[in-house]
């Protein structure tokens, strides 16, 4: 298992990025599933740094890969309260389709195989398959 602890700050998406490029790389994944992964991913972290965590200097952003049995699985956590995960806006409804945020854990879920949060939805993992094929 890889892991990396950040900065709540969004300049700490850097070293995520490059943690996704290195898992990728390893894992030979094609440029779909690099994409994929590398959104889903920095939307999470994004999510963790500024509506987990609000941005605070005291507070860390924890990025865990676990590979095998063809699957990547990225868990974050964060330090906030969470949040309710169960009742989120839809960001395709026409009334909020002009919102400039609300389409992180869509995209995460679009992107992923699997999105499960738990601890009130301050650490979500998304799985990935790998298998080229």
């Known amino acids: 298992m890889l892991s990396i602890e950040i900065a709540s700050k969004l300049d700490s998406i850097a070293e995520v990025e490059t943690l996704i490029d290195n898992v990728c790389e390893e894992l030979k994944l094609n440029e779909d599933n690099y994409g994929n992964i590398l959104i889903a991913v920095t939307e999470a972290v994004n999510n963790a740094i500024i509506h987990g965590n609000k941005y605070s200097d005291s507070k860390k952003v ?14 974050v956590i964060d330090q906030g309260e969470g949040f309710d995960f169960l009742n989120l806006p839809d960001p395709t409804a026409p009334e909020n389709l002009e919102k400039p945020d609300g389409r992180g854990i869509f995209l995460m879920k679009n992107l992923s195989d699997e999105v499960i949060f738990e601890s009130n939805g301050s650490k979500v993992n998304i799985t990935f398959a790998t298998a080229n094929g």
């Open 62 to 75: 924890k990025v865990d890969v676990t590979t095998g049995n063809d699957k990547v699985l990225f868990t």
